[in-house]
């Protein structure tokens, strides 16, 4: 369980998460951009529609009342008209004439205290949800119709029913044609106003597609805009993503120019951190590997003019016969050739070991034999030196697959660097332990012990704790790379231990291998 949410943790950091997370909400912003737009277009648009709607009806209302009055000249043909208007549309429609009188209402008429026709004021206490539209006919104003197109609910046009069986047909008939009116069938608006009715209001408002027209344009604005604002923030995004990566090839090629000391910044544990921090690592490590090339470079050149020098030097001295050729140049002249051939071994060996093509030559058995016999070799030289050297061996005879010659030579290295850092009177001990893990060798001596300081370096290439030990006391600086990489080719490891004064140890171990199959 903790290892599936340090995974969902992991991936929630990276950059797939981020840039995920990123577009999902590019992608959110668009959707709610092109919602919210479109909601208020909508809302623009629907309100637009209807106020056209309302004015085409409006116009068309008027028409009506004007054609109406002119076909008949009469108040009643009118009212019959504005009752249409609102009972079609929902208005409280209302007509006065000239002289501000009411004598059309779709929903009442009454009169004053006088038996006359009421004028707004007295209607109305209130008349500010009147919209006030003159009518003419022949260029001369007739009257005014004024329209409540959102009238109160408790309000409720007249039926023509309703109509005429009140009173206010006869207060009509009155007012128009000074006669008495006595309610009929007859009395029904005539056949050419409900022909008005019919043709004026039959097609009124205006067509659907406009509305749709307007829905469409909107649409397509609002996903133009979404469409360019997320191409906006997704360029930002990715911009701001992909910035570390320029950073990387940046440096990158820095370095490739020569530029060693070229590092990023590392803002995170996603893919680019981790990157960055791979970057600055490899960085580090070249600049490190081509410095200690230079240096080897400058040490091999050094370690080889010594000698070639030194040589030199005698063979122009007994050319010139300032030196005779006795047998103590002779004798040094070939020391020198000697080192300087063991010199140029150990570097073509190195050069091989590092390139991973050192091949050995193993077989399978104890090397017990072969150490005790190296040790041996060393036995003279510890005497001459008043050194005790004690080989001893512990635990089970283990079996390990090993070059004898490369087994010599680590061994061979180890003793002698003991030796040559013991003083006199001092003891070097080899213990050799084996078990069913490996084989153990223990190279130890009471000399004069590696600093802190020296000890990481101990198996660096031309690295001597004493730099002012020469090539005769103290080599060339190449015995413990040479040892460490033979370790290596048998899979084995080595380590080092030491205290200044108290002596230093080496722990060599070769793990247990199989019998080499043919």
Not at 206 to 225: E, K
Not at 297 to 307: G, K, M, N
Not at 360 to 386: C, M, T, W, Y
Not at 433 to 449: A, F, H, M
């Amino acid at each position: 369980m903790e290892l599936g949410t340090d995974s969902m943790f992991n991936w929630l950091s990276g950059l797939q998460a981020r840039l995920t997370l990123g577009f999902a909400i590019v992608l959110a912003l668009s959707i709610a951009a092109v919602s919210a737009y479109s909601a208020y277009a909508t809302k623009l648009e629907t309100e637009k529609f209807a106020r056209e709607i309302e004015l085409a009806r409006a116009e068309r209302a008027e028409q009506l009342v004007r054609d109406t009055f002119e076909a008949n000249r009469n108040w009643g043909e009118v009212q019959y008209a504005v009752q249409q208007v609102g009972n079609l549309f929902g208005w409280r429609v209302v007509f006065e004439n000239e002289s501000g009188l009411i004598v059309a209402d779709s929903h009442q008429i009454t009169k004053n205290s006088q038996g006359l026709f009421e004028s707004m004021g007295e209607r109305f206490e209130k008349t500010t949800n009147f919209t006030k539209r003159p009518v003419l006919l022949n260029g001369k104003l007739i009257g005014h119709m004024l329209v409540d197109e959102r009238p109160s609910h408790n309000e409720r046009p007249l039926s023509i029913r309703e109509f005429y069986n009140s009173p206010f047909a006869n207060l009509l008939a009155e007012q128009t044609t000074n006669k008495s009116f006595t309610p009929s069938p007859t009395q029904i608006p005539s056949t050419a106003t409900e022909t008005l009715v019919q043709e004026v209001l039959e097609y009124v408002d205006p067509p659907l597609s406009n509305l749709q027209a307007s829905f469409q344009r909107s649409l397509l604005i609002a996903g133009i805009a979404a469409g360019l604002g997320g191409l906006l923030l997704v360029m930002l995004l990715t911009r701001q993503a992909l910035t570390p990566v320029r950073n990387l090839t940046k440096a990158a090629s820095n370095l490739g120019a020569g530029d060693l000391t070229q590092r990023v910044h590392s803002n995170g544990g996603d893919e680019i951190g981790k990157l960055a921090d791979t970057f600055n690592n490899m960085a580090s490590k070249l600049e490190t590997a081509i410095e200690h090339r230079r240096q080897l470079t400058a040490d091999v050149a050094h370690e080889l003019r010594t000698p070639l020098t030194n040589i030199q030097g005698y063979v122009e001295a007994i050319k010139d016969g300032v030196v005779s050729a006795d047998e103590d140049v002779i004798s040094t002249i070939h020391t020198q050739t000697i080192h300087l051939s063991k010199l140029i071994d150990d570097l073509r060996m190195l050069a091989i070991a590092d390139a991973g093509a050192l091949a050995l030559n193993k077989s399978h058995g104890s090397p017990i034999a072969v150490i005790e016999d190296s040790v041996a070799d060393f036995r003279q030289r510890a005497r001459e030196d008043n050194i005790d050297l004690k080989f001893s061996i512990n635990g089970t005879t283990t079996e390990i697959n090993f070059d004898e010659t490369r087994m010599r030579q680590i061994v061979s290295n180890l003793v002698e660097n003991a030796l040559t850092h013991t003083p006199n009177n001092g003891q070097v001990n080899v213990k050799l332990t084996g078990s069913d893990l490996g084989l153990e060798l223990l190279v130890s001596d009471s000399g004069i012990g590696v600093s802190k300081t020296d000890l990481p370096r101990i198996f660096d290439q031309f690295y001597r704790t004493d730099q002012s030990r020469t090539r005769s006391t103290g080599g060339a600086g190449l015995g413990l790379t040479i040892v460490k990489r033979l370790v290596e080719a048998h899979d084995g490891k080595i380590s080092v231990n030491s205290q200044p004064g108290y002596g230093t140890t080496f722990r060599v171990f070769i793990p247990f291998t199989q019998e080499l199959t043919n």
